[in-house]
């Protein structure tokens, strides 16, 4: 079939506005990893911007591992982000469950509730209260358990279990299983999409933990991966507490940290990109 004069252009248009949001997503990400690569003499000769360096040198990200705590902070938000996903999922999924079985009693009003906390909560001072009198505070839990379930999450996990049909419960309790083996060995296997796309929204949220910490924790070794990062963005409003004999530029110290804080999301992302598209896609179909 042969595209007409106005089709033609039409397609033209939708290409180049694709190709300049392209440009314009991919174009910070190698400029920071630029940057962090390149030697200081020929940031200084750029005027502090180079787009394709003349040569590459890894010694910020040397010093980042050598010098700072970053590599600590690195195993920290691995430890939340792991244990913080796992148990996340499993939470939800044990929460969206019941809510999704329509003869479940007081299923409405549990429900509105938990449409209530998305609207509202109890307030920063209490929260803070309520972690310390628990015995969380200045503790890797305090990263955690505060932000186990999400509302957002819980509702979307539940609207995919009800989306199954219901014929599938039907034949296995006349088979005799119970609601447990039901979730385990047919709605666990089966909601595989829903799962992973609820797992990457949290993975997310944890690796970016900044605020809880911050709030959270007074230890300097308990701060995970993105609290390291905005002290090392920080160098340049704190030049006095630089060591005078380092011979790398702040700005490249700091591309060098953003880069290795980013770089672990970006290499997960490719791998579970159709279960997330997927999942969402689920998620929001109800038949």
């Known amino acids: 079939m042969v595209k007409g004069h106005s089709e033609r252009w039409f397609d033209i248009v939708v290409f180049t506005v694709l190709l300049l949001a392209g440009v314009a997503a991919v174009f910070p990400i190698l400029f920071v990893v630029s940057m962090s690569l390149t030697p200081y003499g020929e940031v200084l000769r750029n005027g502090g911007y180079v787009f394709i360096p003349d040569s590459i040198t890894f010694d910020a990200y040397h010093y980042l591992l050598e010098k700072t705590k970053l590599p600590r902070g690195l195993m920290v938000t691995l430890f939340v ?3 913080g996903t796992s148990l996340s999922l499993l939470l939800t999924m044990l929460m969206a469950y019941p809510l999704s079985r329509r003869k479940l009693n007081g299923r409405s009003y549990i429900l509105l509730i938990i449409l209530f906390t998305m609207l509202f909560n109890g307030g920063l ?5 309520t972690v310390q009198q ?3 505070l200045n503790t890797v839990w305090a990263m955690i358990i505060p932000n186990a379930v999400s509302a957002f999450n819980l509702l979307i996990m539940k609207s995919f279990f009800e989306s199954l049909p219901e014929e599938i419960f039907e034949s296995a309790k006349i088979d ?3 609601e447990w083996r039901i979730l385990t060995t047919i709605v666990a296997p089966l909601s595989v999409p829903s799962l992973v796309t609820i797992g990457l929204f949290y993975m997310v949220q944890y690796w970016n933990l900044y605020f809880q910490a911050v709030l959270y924790v007074q230890s300097s070794d308990l701060y995970p991966l993105q609290v390291v990062v905005r002290n ?3 160098m340049n409003q704190m030049a006095d507490n630089i060591n005078p004999e380092v011979t790398l530029p702040t700005v490249t110290l700091q591309m060098a940290a953003v880069v290795a804080a980013s770089l672990p999301m970006i290499m997960v992302y490719p791998f579970i990109q159709k279960y997330f ?3 969402m896609l689920l998620g929001a179909i109800k038949g």
């Open 277 to 279: 598209i997927k999942g």
């Open 81 to 83: 982000t792991v244990i």
């Open 232 to 234: 090392i963005l920080m």
């Open 125 to 129: 001072i209490p929260t803070y209260l």
């Open 134 to 136: 628990v015995g969380l």
């Open 176 to 178: 005799g299983a119970k």
